[in-house]
């Protein structure tokens, strides 16, 4: 598996390069190249973390040979154009006249300290060897010397008292200015006038006054106008809603020089930090051993950060009990420090504790302990927030546990709270936060604004992407949803969650080929199980589209096997019945029975269907325990044409053609099929009325070469066998 090798690898110097630490971001990148040498991801990532323009000008070439058309390279290798081209040059030499003598001196050897000369010095501005200061001072003395010689006594000195030079073009000057002002004076006069001349004015000793003079009465004109206002207007009635603002003062992002992710509390132990990384990794297990130690060299001075983060770790490994005791050792601790403000951190960690062992709860169904779990977690996170609103976690945490328990503007008003602070205004995890609050809420434009503003500041936001892509997904922009994945795509390559998202989007465009292209490729690795089975849905749902209904019901297996829910075997019941499968279908519809997410509506017709067509397929006759399970279902959905043909069929299976006719007629009159008038004549036939049956079956053969209809050949072996 290189591929998955490669993913993992690259991840984790994705995650090492914002995390600032640039020589490990390079290792890892660089054996994921090794891997998958035509990564375009990994070469971009490996460009913004590259020792010298060098290096990074090598890696965006390479991403130009793998695709030349990579936007973020070309925009990268103009950047790099216009720095090289912005930088100061060395000046040219002036040109001098040579002096009058008679011969020059032949030139000096050029000033200069050797490359080895420079390297033996200490670090610093190079100093000049001792013979370099002698040949300077032999090249000057002779300049020197001609510039102190004294003037020659035939200099005669001049005081020029008119035709100056420029003097002419000075009076022109001022002779367009002076007209210049005298015309816009005549022009501001002539104005005036006009105003005064054509509105009445009186100028008196009192200022200026209007005169008042009648004006004619407006006669009464028809003006017929369409529409309910008085007079048409070019306005739209419904204005287009405006795109989302960037704030003037926001920092733009740069991938290809990133900076690391601020920590706080500040970390400044080394370990420490490289512990956090593999934790923002998930790779809890690793980190651990680091935490302890950490945690351990507090004891001459109490530190919180290690406890809290090694209580993250214990959870992620699911020992939550064992993360609760690190909180509650480190809150004993908080005593040894009464000045120091970290009382904030330790309830920031209880607060993530309790919400994720509420999540586990909900999980189970234990709603009470869940909820008692969000009121413990809201407290602590509130507290955190109080008392340190610089912490980002704090504001974060206590949206999360309002969320939870159904508090949407709760939610919604900590997270604002937390962008309120100045130092937290740009903080991209309160922002896709609150993008994806707003999503839940059914606000998909403003989600996919807030998407949009956080992916600007950082376009690394995993959860930005997923966002964007949703809410054009919920507004049916299927083509704006495939747009915006291909830069998850970029800078998440492989992400199966993606995929999926690809998938749905082709699918919702009908390019079923593509779509289930990307669902392949969302199972290509199992790393997510709710984005593995919402993939077999959409691709047995496209099958099913495409009528391919054995893949279809394969992965309408699988899904089930994943923990799917009843909607999904409803579905895999009806694939089944159109796939001639009758026994799974039938095995679907008893599993179904009771269910409290499916009507048993919508499982009767398919139910007294699947029953109906097995024993057609088996020509064992129909009995009176299947007579009466068929009359139960069908009663709950009778007034359905679908019903009545079933109803018609199985009187028919029985050899009751009197109840099979009229229930026949009763389908045929609410809406004519092949599959009816086919029935019909079955029906005709058992009754011996020959001819009535015949022009039954011609009915169907004749509408069966515009209507696919399988049961052509039966047709016409029919009215072979009745002479016709």
């Given amino acids: 598996m290189a591929s998955d090798q490669a993913r993992e690898l690259r991840h984790q110097g994705i995650n090492a390069a914002k995390a600032g630490q640039k020589d490990l971001a390079r290792q890892l990148l660089q054996q994921s190249i090794r891997i998958e040498p035509r990564n375009e991801a990994a070469w971009l990532w490996l460009a913004s973390v590259a020792r010298d323009p060098r290096e990074r000008l090598f890696c965006l070439q390479k991403i130009l040979e793998i695709n030349p058309e990579n936007e973020q390279a070309i925009k990268a ?143 009464m004109t028809l003006t017929p106008t369409p529409g309910v206002t008085p007079t048409p207007s070019p306005t739209p009635r419904i204005a287009p809603r405006p ?27 080394a370990p420490l930090k490289g512990a956090i990384n593999l934790l923002e990794s998930g790779n809890a297990q690793a980190a651990l051993p680091t935490l302890a130690a950490e945690r351990a060299n507090t004891s001459a001075r109490f530190n919180p950060n290690p406890y809290y983060y090694e209580a993250l770790a214990q959870a992620q490994m699911g020992n939550h009990e064992g993360a609760l005791q690190t909180l509650e050792d480190a809150e004993g601790r908080l005593e040894e420090a009464p000045n120091d403000n970290f009382k904030p951190l330790v309830d920031a960690g209880f607060a993530s504790i309790y919400l994720m062992q509420a999540e586990t709860a909900f999980a189970d169904d234990d709603v009470t302990t869940a909820q008692e779990l ?16 610089q912490l980002a976690a704090g504001h974060l945490l206590q949206a999360r546990a309002l969320r939870l328990s159904g508090n949407h503007e709760g939610a919604l008003e900590a997270l604002d709270a937390g962008l ?26 403003a989600a996919a604004d807030e998407a949009t503003y956080t992916l600007y500041l950082d376009p690394t936001v995993e959860l930005a992407y997923r966002v964007q892509a949703e809410a054009a997904l919920r507004q049916n922009r299927p083509g704006l949803a495939v747009l915006l994945l291909q830069g998850y795509l970029l800078y998440y390559p492989g992400s199966t969650y993606a995929y999926r998202l690809q ?85 679907d519809a008893e599993a179904l029975e009771g269910s409290e ?59 009751e053609t009197n109840q099979a006719l009229d229930a026949i007629d009763d389908a045929l009159e609410q809406e004519q099929t092949v599959m009816r008038h086919y029935v019909r004549g ?43």
């Fill in 597 to 655: 997410d499916v009507a048993r509506e919508q499982i009767a017709v398919i139910h007294a269907g699947a029953l109906i067509e097995q024993a057609e397929a088996d020509d064992d006759g129909f009995t009176d325990a299947n007579m009466d399970l068929v009359e139960r279902e069908l009663a709950l959905d009778s007034d359905t044409a679908q019903a009545s043909e079933y109803l018609a069929r199985a009187h028919l299976l029985r050899g």
């Fill in 243 to 269: 795109s989302a603002t960037i704030p003037p003062l926001a920092p733009t992002a740069d991938v290809y020089s990133p900076e690391a992710t601020d920590i706080y509390p500040a970390i400044f132990e």
């Fill in 503 to 587: 998938g749905d989007a082709r699918a919702a465009e009908g390019n079923y080929d593509l779509a289930i292209d990307a669902y392949t490729r969302a199972l290509s690795a199992d790393q997510d199980e709710a984005t593995t089975l919402a993939a077999y849905i959409g691709r047995a749902n496209v099958y099913t589209q495409q009528q391919r209904y054995d893949l279809a019901l394969d992965d309408f297996a699988e899904a089930l096997e994943r923990g799917a829910d009843d909607q999904v075997r409803l579905q895999r019941m009806e694939t089944a019945y159109h796939a001639g499968e009758y026994e799974i279908a039938l095995r």
């Fill in 77 to 219: 290798l103009r950047m790099m154009e216009a720095q090289s081209a912005e930088a100061p040059q060395a000046p040219a030499p002036a040109q001098t006249a040579a002096p009058k003598t008679e011969s020059a001196p032949p030139p000096k050897a050029a000033i200069s300290t050797s490359t080895q000369e420079m390297l033996s010095q200490a670090p610093g501005v190079p100093i000049p060897s001792r013979d370099a200061v002698v040949r300077a001072f032999e090249q000057a003395e002779p300049v020197v010397q001609e510039y102190q010689l004294p003037l020659p006594d035939d200099v005669r000195w001049s005081k020029k008292s008119k035709g100056r030079a420029g003097e002419r073009d000075i009076w022109l000057l001022r002779g367009y200015v002076t007209g210049g002002i005298v015309a816009a004076l005549l022009v501001s006069c002539g104005i005036l006038y006009f105003v005064v001349t054509s509105n009445n004015i009186v100028i008196g000793p009192n200022g200026i006054a209007f005169n008042p003079t009648r004006t004619p009465i407006p006669t």
């Fill in 420 to 445: 309120a602070v100045p130092n937290l205004q740009y903080d991209t995890n309160l922002l896709a936060e609150k993008a994806s609050l707003l999503f839940q809420g059914g606000d998909y434009q």
């Fill in 374 to 389: 969000l009121v413990q977690a809201e407290e602590r996170a509130a507290s955190a927030a109080e008392g340190d609103p």
């Fill in 682 to 724: 079955l029906i005709l036939e058992q009754r011996d009325e020959r001819n009535n049956a015949i022009r039954e079956y011609e009915w169907a053969l004749a509408w069966s070469t515009l209507y696919p209809f399988p049961l052509r050949a039966d047709v016409e072996a029919r009215l072979e066998d009745l002479g016709r």
